[in-house]
């Protein structure tokens, strides 16, 4: 799903105009970049939550040379989807359907 599929389906569930979709996609995104550029944890029930993981400055490797870089530290969005997700991707009832049979 693009982020145009996702504004056509805010439109068509609200009745709204599709620039009235586009705001409310775009506030949404924007609200979630400013938080974490803020430190703020977001935590949205039933879906999932994100936050800033904080990576230490390491020694890599380019891959067509080999000679050594070094990274610098860096912070990284993080995103942990909540159980209930989990679960609506995979039910349980598909789980144990294609799992291997005991015959």
Request: aromatic content about 4%; charged content about 35%.
């Amino acid at each position: 799903m693009t982020k145009a599929d996702l504004v056509e389906e805010v439109t068509q569930l609200g009745d709204l105009t599709r620039r009235d979709g586009e705001v409310i996609v775009d506030t949404i995104f924007e609200s979630v970049i400013q938080a974490l550029r803020a430190g703020d944890k977001i935590e949205i029930r039933g879906f999932g939550s994100f936050r800033i993981r904080q990576r230490k400055p390491r020694t890599g490797r380019n891959p067509k040379t080999g000679a050594k870089v070094e990274v610098p530290a860096k912070r990284v969005p993080y995103f942990k989807p909540s159980k209930e997700l989990r679960d609506l991707v995979n039910p349980k009832d598909e789980a144990a359907a294609s799992g291997p049979s005991a015959e």
